[in-house]
């Protein structure tokens, strides 16, 4: 039995995160350590996780005082630009720091400041960090003590092309990625924007070329490609709360089957994966609470065309799921202890 | 004054149709022809209308009786294979006929075939009926007796694309749309696959390669490019109910200027297009109930694509309020008599 | 033609007279004033409208200047306590004002501030307003030049139960209402509570015993009583963005036929309401951009209870279609002008 | 490790038992059998259950064949009239069967036959096999081979009410329950009446004064009173997938601590059950997932009536959770394994 300990639990995969830990049969939930809730009840702002975080209050969230709490584990569950304060006084202190956010997952010092406009903190650090998708990732991260969790929209695309970016059966170029995500991928927001009249009835782009993410996706398609990879990704908002559907094409002239066997390959009997056949696409609300990718690949024979379909949580594969599989394997646990 | 009728006013395109003949100016609906509620009063099945219908019952759709009422104009919301049935006799017997449906909407007998999987009834007509989007095309379909109107996705998709395509700003090669529509695009249906509970918190693609609209989009682009064009069409469903926004990924190399150009030249002043500035995306709430096509163009420099997004009310510009637009002007009323 | 101005404008009940009044017959939206928005055009904030606003700007919302505006009728769609402010130095420069707000619509002063936790800034008027249902109030208000409009949830229960109270079929005791009401009801709101991830799959009751609207409810109803009642009122907000159902119970041991006697009196074939069969519940979905409140009643002998199921759109019927219905009948316009 | 087993898997209900099941620590998921689907994998239909079903298929629901199947427990996620075919065969052979359907929740065959509009198959039945709401029925229902697990409505409304009615704080007269169900309360439906075109942007009341699920509350209510016990009950149906929050009043002149002191009498410190503060309303959206039902009490002194509010999850605390709960205690394994 390991303690762990969350930092930034009172957004929405914070709550996840509270409530897979809360359950987790080799770890023990000890601290949640909040910005805004110091002092309150966890279920007081959680009401939902009632009954699951006993008489658990939100601690302070002051990144000194916490290196000194008794927890093996911390996640951190804080906006970017934010979590590169408290990751690194927890490594130095001798936890394993599992990061949601997106300080540590490039590796390209001048890609974060492009993306994120601003200098980032730590820059030595970047190259250090591990970026782990535990299905693809080669096992070297397992020593890690700070790993860094991919995006939402990067997980749903990267599982399906790494593999064939890796194996030149995509090119990498002329990648089009459209991907729609349920509104709590922007987070608890105070605003007239996500409010619930504005975001019912309503689809739309956003993001048009810069989406903070494509720098993730184009990143980790490169060192599988081991060649620049470019892609044009489109995000749009969709009037559900959680989700992620992506629909990527890509040229391609080979048989669906190379594709399929690329992944088999890959992913074997990975329980996080799911192949579905060629020519169905996969359904957002098939994957609702579970730790898992669907996808499916069709061939488009007229056009010469790779589509590829995706589906996944943004909060559980997408995020919380997704950091509780990655202490699980660094811990030598079961996969999918504590996760469905 | 001119008398209307529909045909198949029981969908939810028929509702739209039944409300803008009730309120419009110059035209008085006077029949209501439904296979299936013949006798009952039409608004004890379209409730929402109740007040603006009066006493009017659903008649009959017996094609032959309906060539005999006093009505100058019908409207076909009828499914494909079955409009084409009554379409013939109304033209015959004098009628002008506007005809929702898909049976008149290809030029190509084969590629009818092809995509809806049954030859076509009266395939020599297929090249004299007008596919008839407002704002583009070339006003010799004012005469013509039998109009077909274009299908919602088409609608969203060709608006912007068929000035650029027959300017050759873009070739027509690598042309990805992808396109997501509220459910209502299925029309009233009853499944469980469409059912509340199955729909909400869920995305999905469908119809992979092979969607039937994909057929009018390539002819109508086809013949403004004055070549072959393939179209890379992905839709998906989303959980609303009205609504489609379509976004379009393809090469360009040049400045976005040169693209809003082409729409000003196309569309000028247009009231049932609005130009959004480029970096924006149109919201499908934006044109809920209204007759308009929303959309802007924003060119990726460092891709090297075009992206285009485009909104529309798949019920209003996207069937029924087109379909009204479409009478308007082969009478020679206001563009906009009973819309907005 | 008379010309017609809105203060107030950036809300939903707001969007809505905008939307009505450019397209009314008989009236020329010649001034939008905003607190917020001054010198923007309107239809970069109400972006639905575009194309029915012209090149209209917001003005600013000073009560001075804009009692110097050529404006005939004034149409006030602010929050309550600073709707007083507006309305009289407009009503002193001869101006017709139609006031949406709270504050005209109750006679007592200290009911006022019970509700509204203030003292009315100009109690004096409270007894000279008139608070017009316009199917149910007598005509002696069509003189005045301040006119009060009914909140959304009364007008739901008060048309339905108005005449049952005046014609003592009820006694005015035990009667019990429960209502649920669309988001739009909370009006514009940036806040983490009203937004869309919280608010979706979500049902709650709120403003137990205590809700603002219940004043006005107590208050007609005695009126119309000519004695004290008193409602037992539970509102509640539900997933969907417009729309308000109320389910009243109070006892009553005659014949469900005496309640539909005494609805057909009070009513007749007015237009904005519509008498559903005993035995089935009106949709709040048949009221969506009517003007148009849908009522049943049904006895349930083995209880001794009337029921009575009410449905409108709080953002027509209950908001702005009603202020706007109230013009045309004050001006002797036709009572539908503009309206559905 | 017991062997369980459920009959009639493909609604939704039916959906959240395998899952429940097929996680729970003390009990293997061996049998689902299915009048429908015979022959296939599991998870080909409850598409998002993939990984947690294994390779298991559905059985041929033939009541005598699965009573030689090696199972001790079932579950019966059946429509009524067709429960209890099932049960009775599984019983003779020893089973301990639990029955999510109405068939054996009534003692009174005669209001059978009122609401459900048939002759009982086995009334002699009724009276025997109790009817188990596990934080309020004595414990005698422990040694039972059948036990009847209540409906969702009467759940929401009968933990809060039978302490209060069994103590006399309520006399039983008066009650008045509104209650509002997520869709999924009616099924898996083929109509177009719970399609999502026509549930989105819905609310309405329906089943006015006789809902099947009033037998069983004023029947529970009277037992437990000791007296008859009439309710005057009115369900709607609102725009989200799961979830119940029912409102009821009663006239009550006492001070809201003897309520409360009522319910931590009963309910001490029940993990299925979450007392909220007088004044406050519980929220469907925070028991979604979770096997437990809110409620908080609120005396309206004015107008000497109680308020109860009160949510649960339908799905959970209101079927298959429950189901799992009442299955916990009567095999004496700790009360919430395998639920949340």
């Given at each position: 039995m390991k303690t762990v300990g969350i930092i930034g639990a009172s957004g929405y995969s914070g709550e996840i995160l509270v409530e897979l830990l809360a359950g987790h049969p080799k770890a023990k939930l000890a601290v949640v350590a909040s910005r805004t809730h110091a002092g309150k009840r966890v279920d007081s702002i959680l009401s939902r996780l009632s009954g699951l975080t006993g008489d658990l209050e939100f601690t302070k969230a002051n990144p000194k005082a916490l290196a000194k709490e008794e927890v093996d584990i911390w996640f951190l569950a804080l906006p970017h630009g934010v979590a590169a304060e408290y990751a690194l006084p927890l490594v130095e202190a001798g936890r394993l720091v599992i990061d949601l956010s997106a300080d540590f997952r490039l590796n390209s010092d001048e890609t974060y400041t492009t993306y994120y406009g601003q200098k980032h903190p730590?820059?030595?650090?970047l190259q250090k960090v591990p970026y782990v998708l535990p299905e693809f990732?080669?096992?070297?991260?397992?020593?890690?003590d700070l790993i860094a969790c991919p995006g939402c929209y990067p997980t749903s695309i990267l599982l399906p092309l790494l593999p064939l970016v890796r194996e030149k059966l995509l090119t990498g170029e002329g990648i089009i990625v459209n991907a729609l995500s349920g509104v709590s991928g922007a987070g608890k927001k105070e605003s007239v924007f996500y409010s619930f009249c504005e975001r019912t009835d309503s689809v739309l782009a956003y993001g048009l070329g810069q989406h903070r993410h494509l720098s993730e996706i184009e990143e980790q398609l490169g060192m599988a490609a081991r060649q620049a990879v470019q892609v044009q990704f489109t995000p749009h908002l969709v009037p559900m709360m959680r989700g992620i559907a992506s629909t990527i094409v890509a040229p391609f002239e080979g048989a669906v089957d190379e594709i399929y066997a690329s992944w088999e390959k890959a992913y074997g009997k990975k329980q996080g994966i799911r192949l579905l056949p060629s020519g169905t696409a996969p359904d957002t609300r098939d994957v609702l609470g579970r730790n898992r990718a669907d996808f499916s690949g069709y061939v488009d024979s007229r056009t010469g065309n790779l589509i590829i379909t995706s589906a996944i949580d943004n909060l559980m594969k997408g995020a919380s799921g997704q950091a509780v599989q990655i202490m699980n394997l660094r811990m030598g646990w079961p996969e999918f202890a504590g996760l469905v």
């Open positions: 730590v820059a030595e650090w990732t080669q096992p070297g991260w397992k020593k890690a």
